[in-house]
């Protein structure tokens, strides 16, 4: 299953790093990276597939709210399939 | 491979424009819950709510999570209750029972007390509609409709009297609470029996058991998709319109499948309604003024509110195998804080309101008026508004507030049901129109076999 991880916030050094590094913890593969400014904020995608991780949806995202927390922006993630749905025919 | 721009446009959906489910409704049949003896019958109740729908928040919150979407109510619906205790009677222990379950279930509200007397009413109907000050008043959660016409039918105008009646009896016995009680009745004409919105959900006759519909909204996502066509004409409009509603439809479709799954329920429908909360940004009011008129209530805002309903409609209806329920936009007053605002600067009278009726889903909905408003006259506003319904072949509903002890100003209720100024009705006489009882038969168009 893929996923769609969303982080928003101000910039600030180690997003990225510290977002990769527990995607790397939990061995799920990041496809592709983006990052744009929406409004005045930082904000970055990553389409995370998660067939061979160590962790589900919940519980990667109870990893990804403490770096949430840390990093004080706003991460979350989602099943691919949202996104899908709603913008193909 | 979806895009970016697609994952940001959706992000910000719900981040800033309240898209979200509005409402995961579980219909559940009540018909094995019938008894002879309505201790039984009230226990029978509980117990299958209970049992049917005990994983109904959990899977919706599990749904929320993974798919990062907020689901903000969930509901059960149930068999009219008035055919449920007709055998056993006992209607105030069945809808203790009812508000048991849905606080031991944890859910919002559940609804389903309720009496079809459009063409005629039965002795036992007529009980639970002489509970309804009772049980209102005693109960939380517990949503009650009345239905009093259909095309089919005609109007039952003894049953709109008796509702004028009753109405004011349950403002009067919620009088400490600003009438509340009211809030949570609805009178139909032509119900539909697959609604998941509050308070005038019913599992109907012809549902199956375990039915899960679910309501969609977002007014706020079309509300910012129109600031894209600004001076755009209307040809530009309706396909902003449904192009959105599609998209926010098949968030509701994805929901109610995969809800289906986890909770091995039916599939029953998505419904296509734009439902306001009292939050600003997610106003329909706001929508209408969106296509220019300067505020909601001036001239033009039929026309604007019929094309709305109309595009998001057809853009919804190919976005979901199964629309159904009330499928509309929703116009409650106390519930939609543009709404409130064209009430206060005059903009919206009671009468535009009657006209927009005529176009969109539902009726005259969350309406507060003077505690002092006649029976008759209350009793007039619901047989206007059905005659609506009735001829031109929609649901119309009337959910209205005379609030005990005021005549002017504002009601606040908070949470969903928001602030609800009071609105003047005509101060003249419907006493002897609604004094004659009988039926209104049905229109000439009904007869189409």
């Known amino acids: 299953m893929r996923a769609v991880i969303s982080v928003i916030g101000k910039d600030k050094k180690g997003i990225i790093a510290k977002v990769s590094n527990c995607l790397y913890g939990v061995n799920a593969n990041i496809e592709d990276i983006s990052q744009t400014i929406m409004g005045e904020l930082f904000t970055m995608i990553m389409m995370v597939d998660l067939k061979e991780s160590s962790a589900d949806i919940s519980q990667l995202n109870d990893l990804l709210q403490q770096i949430a927390l840390e990093m004080k922006v706003e991460i979350r993630v989602r099943n691919e399939e949202i996104f899908t749905i709603m913008h193909k025919i | ?12 959906m719900v981040k800033s424009q309240h898209l979200d489910i509005r409402t ?9 819950s019938i008894s002879d003896n309505p201790k039984k019958t009230a226990q029978k109740v509980y117990d299958k709510v209970v049992s049917s729908a005990g994983k109904l928040k959990e899977t919706a919150e599990v749904l929320s999570a993974r798919y990062g979407l907020p689901i903000v109510n969930k509901r059960v619906s149930v068999t009219p209750v008035s055919l449920v205790g007709a055998s056993s009677g006992g209607y105030v222990p069945i809808a203790n029972a009812l508000d048991r379950a849905a606080k031991e279930i944890g859910i919002d509200f559940i609804g389903g007390y309720t009496a079809l007397v459009q063409k005629g009413m039965t002795e036992y109907e007529r009980a639970l509609i002489m509970s309804l000050p009772e049980v209102l008043s005693t109960t939380d959660r517990v949503c009650a409709s009345v239905n009093i016409g259909s095309t089919k039918a005609g109007i039952n105008m003894d049953a709109v009297a008796l509702m004028g009646e009753i109405i004011l009896k349950i403002s009067e016995a919620t009088r400490d609470r600003n009438s509340v009680g009211c809030t949570k009745l609805v009178v139909f004409a032509n119900a539909v029996e697959d609604n998941p919105f509050m308070a005038g959900a019913f599992n109907g006759c012809g549902e199956n058991d375990r039915v899960i519909n679910v309501g969609i909204s977002g007014p706020g996502v079309i509300k910012s998709a129109l600031e894209e066509v600004r001076g755009a004409d209307f040809s530009a409009v309706a396909e902003t319109i449904k192009k959105t509603a599609f998209k926010i439809t098949r968030a509701g479709q994805l929901i109610a499948m995969e809800a289906v799954k986890m ?15 009292p939050k600003r940004g997610d106003s329909v009011a706001r929508i209408l003024e969106e296509m220019g008129l300067e505020v909601v209530g001036a001239h033009g805002t039929t026309a604007a509110l019929a094309l709305l309903n109309d595009a998001v409609k057809k853009g919804g209806v190919m976005a979901t195998s199964y629309a159904g329920g009330l499928s509309g936009a929703f116009i409650p007053v106390s519930e939609d804080e543009g709404m409130i605002e064209a009430v206060n600067c005059g903009a919206l009278s009671l009468e535009k309101l009657e006209a927009m009726t005529a176009v969109c889903s539902v009726g005259l909905d969350m309406i507060a008026v003077s505690g002092d408003t006649p029976a008759s006259t209350l009793a007039a506003i619901i047989a206007d508004e059905a005659a609506i319904g009735v001829v031109n072949n929609k649901t119309t509903a009337v959910r209205i507030i005379p609030v005990a002890g005021k005549t002017e100003g504002f009601v606040e209720y908070g949470g969903l049901f928001g602030t609800a100024p009071i609105m003047k009705t005509s101060p003249f006489s419907s006493a002897d129109f609604i004094k004659r009882g009988g039926r209104i038969p049905a229109p000439i168009h009904s007869n189409k076999n």
């Open chain 2, 1 to 12: 491979m979806i895009n970016v721009n697609e994952i940001l446009q959706t992000i910000e």
């Open chain 2, 24 to 32: 995961v409704t579980m219909g559940i049949s009540l018909f094995d």
């Open chain 2, 263 to 277: 909770l091995g329920a039916h599939f029953g429908i998505v419904d296509l309604s734009l439902a306001p909360t």
